[in-house]
Nanobody, 124 residues
């Protein structure tokens, strides 16, 4: 059974830091590109970051570029999103996802496997 378990969400102050994790199982993690998405009520899910299988290539949405960093640990089948300098508009449910391909996408339709989401609230 494929599982992606996102964790690490919570309340963070603007300008603070937060790290999300996504532990995976049930598929060969190293063979999949992975990404982070987020969604607020009433809006479509948006892709914010993705990373390739093992070459370190990454891509970011302009809204988080320079503030967030995606990474992965293939030895432990886990991916991360380091959120630095978060803003109130970053408040959302964050999802991790995986796709069987090398091309980097931040389009949700390109991803096969999804985690359950973790809520991040940026507020003072």
């Amino acid at each position: 059974e494929v599982q992606l378990q996102a964790s690490g969400g919570g309340l963070v102050q603007p300008g603070g830091s937060l790290r999300l994790s996504c532990a995976t199982s049930g598929f060969t993690f190293a063979d999949y590109s992975v990404g982070w998405f987020r969604q607020v009520p009433g809006k479509e899910r948006e892709g914010i970051a993705c990373i390739g299988k093992s070459d370190g290539r990454s891509m970011y949405d302009n809204s988080v570029k320079g503030r967030f960093a995606i990474s992965r640990d293939n030895a432990n089948d886990t991916m991360y999103l380091q959120m630095d300098m978060p803003r109130p508009e970053d408040t959302a449910v964050y999802y991790c996802a995986a796709r069987d391909g090398s091309i980097l996408y931040t389009i949700s339709d390109k991803y096969f496997y999804w985690g359950q989401g973790t809520l991040v609230t940026v507020s003072s």
